[in-house]
């Protein structure tokens, strides 16, 4: 039985959003995502080759982890998602566990998910199965440094008392990483980095294999 692309889910998305949403809250979801995309300018972002600073992230309990623990044996695949509530991201999510993890477990290489939502939410994995863990990026610190966090065109100030997105972050503020999926090296390297301003067109699997000829040599093996 195949599996559907990344792309067939996101197209039932929205195809059940056209149906179900308001023309209102359509064009401004559409907004949004055109206004993204047009200020997208692969050039000025980080690209293969380029070195990352050594980062901290933050495990489900609260555990700070080292990228030179997640990198120690190797290349790792960071798969950075919106917020655990996210519809996208919850079929984003799932899709790579069942097509990235396998072959990635067999080789060896860490698979991670990434937000910068704190404490992690444990929506996804606990909705899902996902068998790779999750992280939060504190401070953005990460998000900011690989150029994906934006602030979202729509920012209504917060009334007392009520939930706001700054909240459901966990970060008292709306700004948000973009998601992207990046390959890096043992050596902080960017070996591969796709970076998705609309979010409801992601990296598939086979393009982030590509650059991984270790998950070949494993399935040989």
């Known amino acids: 039985m195949s599996i559907k692309s990344l792309a067939e889910r996101f197209a039932e998305l929205q195809a059940e959003r056209d149906r179900t949403w308001p023309p209102e809250q359509l064009a401004k979801n559409a907004n949004q995502r055109r206004v993204l995309v047009e ?3 692969p050039a000025a972002l980080p690209k293969a080759g380029d070195r990352v600073e050594p980062f901290t992230l933050v495990d489900v309990d609260g555990i700070h982890v080292p990228s030179t623990e997640i990198l120690a044996n190797g290349p790792a695949v960071l798969v950075f998602f919106r917020f655990g509530g996210c519809p996208a991201c919850n079929l984003a999510l799932p899709y790579y566990n069942e097509t990235l993890y396998p072959a990635l477990s067999a080789a060896g290489i860490p698979l991670l998910a990434i937000s910068v939502q704190i404490p992690v939410d444990k929506g996804p994995t606990e ?29 209504p100030v917060p009334e007392p008392g009520k939930p706001w997105f700054g909240a459901t972050l966990g970060t008292n503020s709306y700004e948000i990483a973009q998601p992207a999926v990046i390959v890096l090296n043992a050596d902080h390297t960017i070996r591969f980095i796709d970076i998705s301003p609309d979010w409801l067109v992601r990296t598939e699997a086979a393009a982030v294999l590509a650059h991984l000829p270790e998950t070949a040599q494993a399935q040989a093996a």
Do not use: I, K, M, V
């Open 127 to 155: 909705r899902h199965g996902l068998n790779f863990p999750t992280y939060a990026d504190p401070g953005y610190a990460l998000s900011r440094q690989l150029s994906l966090s934006f602030l979202p065109e729509d920012q």
């Open 39 to 41: 200020r997208h300018d």
